[in-house]
């Protein structure tokens, strides 16, 4: 299994994600040694905490010491995978950079493929991550594209909505290699019984296209209502300017610096805490491939306002579970907050009813699919 980015035990021991990516290969990784395969997983290490080797719930990672993911040791990381990719039966790639390397690999390749942002255009790519970065990104995401469907033997993705976007680029001959398999949520898992804090939750990355400043308008308002209200961020990256602007954003709202929690590498059991606590999950995200945050929200009962994104057909059903809004309408995402606190006990009950189609038999029934000769089971 091939990821840049990964999953990784930090100095005190606890399980750390960056990123909603991370945890979903790690979670392929799980469901592969549940079907008797046996993973390695290849990634590098970005952080000083990231150890070379290690192993988590079964898994062995190995890193290289590759600290930035533009940096030209990249290549030798890959050309690495692919001298070693003859010893395994099946590769997994995750998304972006490894999928560089599919020409030469061995084995049965799977591509991994959580969203596609290309129908956004260079432009988005730019103001996300700036000049160089952004250009070289768009080029990166199209020659995975073009080599996903010219080499890899099937193709993984997280919904119908990245589904539809795949071949919408790749055209109707790719539709016979993908595989639909939405990210798993065990809802044993999690704290569902705890009791509910006053504040709203916001998990994610601190990027233009996520929006983290909506949520200060958000907790503006339900102060007005509910002055004790606080919100929490959990960012596990961020964006500098975008940070700068989302302090800049809380004076102008006239909030106050205790009002505002900033949390970072919170671990596995940390995050299920946040999540088991708060009085509401907020999503305002313009783009998203499937939205893990949003499942392990709904098995907190925390009920969600999230805009209104293809991606969430399935899991959010408006009016019941969450409260879904018109992309980019501050307002009415304000007042969606303040109606689900005023109408909570309908919206709690709610949180469980859509999530059966999310269980870990029906991941690892697909996992085994993906892992057969067979042909596509439809």
């Known amino acids: 299994?091939?990821?840049?980015?990964?999953?990784?035990?930090?100095k005190d021991g606890k399980f750390?994600?960056?990123?909603?990516?991370?945890?979903?290969?790690?979670?392929?990784?799980?469901?592969?040694?549940?079907?008797?395969?046996?993973?390695?997983?290849?990634?590098?290490?970005?952080?000083?905490?990231?150890?070379?080797?290690?192993?988590?719930?079964?898994?062995l990672y190995r890193r290289m010491n590759v600290k930035s993911r533009s940096s030209f040791k990249i290549l030798k990381y890959l050309r690495s995978v692919v001298k070693e990719s003859g010893e395994y039966d099946f590769v997994f790639l995750n998304q972006f950079t490894p999928h560089l390397a599919l020409p030469w690999l061995k084995g049965m390749k799977i591509g991994v493929v959580h969203d596609v942002y290309q129908?956004?255009?260079?432009?988005?790519?730019?103001?996300q991550y700036g000049f160089f970065k952004g250009l070289m990104g768009n080029l990166v995401e199209k020659l995975q594209l073009k080599f996903d469907f010219k080499y890899a033997d099937k193709i993984m993705t997280v919904?119908?909505?990245s589904q539809e976007k795949i071949e919408a680029f790749m055209g109707d001959r790719v539709v016979?290699?993908?595989?639909?398999?939405?990210?798993?949520?065990?809802?044993?898992?999690f704290h569902s019984d705890m009791e509910k804090e006053n504040y709203l939750l916001f998990v994610g990355r601190f990027v233009d296209y996520k929006?983290?400043?909506?949520?200060?308008?958000?907790?503006?308002?339900?102060?007005?209502?509910?002055?004790?209200?606080?919100?929490?961020?959990?960012?596990?990256?961020?964006?500098k300017k975008v940070l700068d602007s989302f302090f800049k954003r809380r004076v102008e709202l006239g909030l106050k610096e205790e009002d505002v929690i900033l949390r970072d590498n919170c671990s596995e059991e940390d995050m299920r805490i946040l999540f088991a606590k708060a009085?509401?999950?907020?999503?305002?995200?313009?783009?998203?491939?499937?939205?893990?945050v949003v499942l392990e929200a709904l098995a907190s009962r925390a009920p969600v306002v999230a805009y209104n994104l293809p991606a969430y057909k399935g899991m959010l059903v408006n009016g019941k579970n969450c409260i879904l809004v018109?992309?980019?309408?501050?307002?009415?995402?304000?007042?969606?907050?303040?109606?689900?606190?005023?109408?909570?006990?309908?919206?709690y009950r709610e949180c469980h009813t859509y999530l059966d189609d999310f269980s870990e038999e029906n991941f690892n029934y697909v996992m085994e699919q993906i892992c057969s000769n067979a042909s596509r089971v439809f």
């Not at 907020?282 to 939205?291: A, C, D, I, T």
């Not at 018109?326 to 919206?347: M, P, Q, T």
């Open 1 to 10: 299994m091939v990821t840049e980015a990964s999953v990784y035990r930090d």
């Open 16 to 59: 750390v994600a960056k990123g909603g990516g991370e945890m979903c290969f790690h979670n392929i990784a799980r469901s592969l040694l549940k079907i008797g395969i046996e993973p390695v997983v290849f990634a590098i290490s970005e952080f000083d905490e990231q150890v070379e080797e290690e192993i988590i719930d079964g898994v």
């Open 119 to 127: 129908e956004r255009g260079i432009r988005f790519w730019i103001s």
């Open 159 to 161: 919904s119908d909505f």
């Open 176 to 189: 016979c290699k993908i595989y639909k398999n939405a990210f798993p949520v065990n809802i044993n898992n």
């Open 211 to 239: 929006n983290p400043d909506h949520v200060l308008y958000a907790l503006r308002t339900v102060k007005k209502v509910f002055p004790q209200f606080k919100a929490v961020f959990v960012l596990p990256r961020v964006e």
């Open 279 to 292: 009085k509401l999950f907020v999503q305002p995200s313009y783009v998203e491939g499937q939205g893990i």
């Open 326 to 347: 018109e992309k980019g309408n501050i307002e009415v995402f304000e007042r969606a907050c303040l109606d689900v606190l005023r109408e909570y006990e309908s919206y």
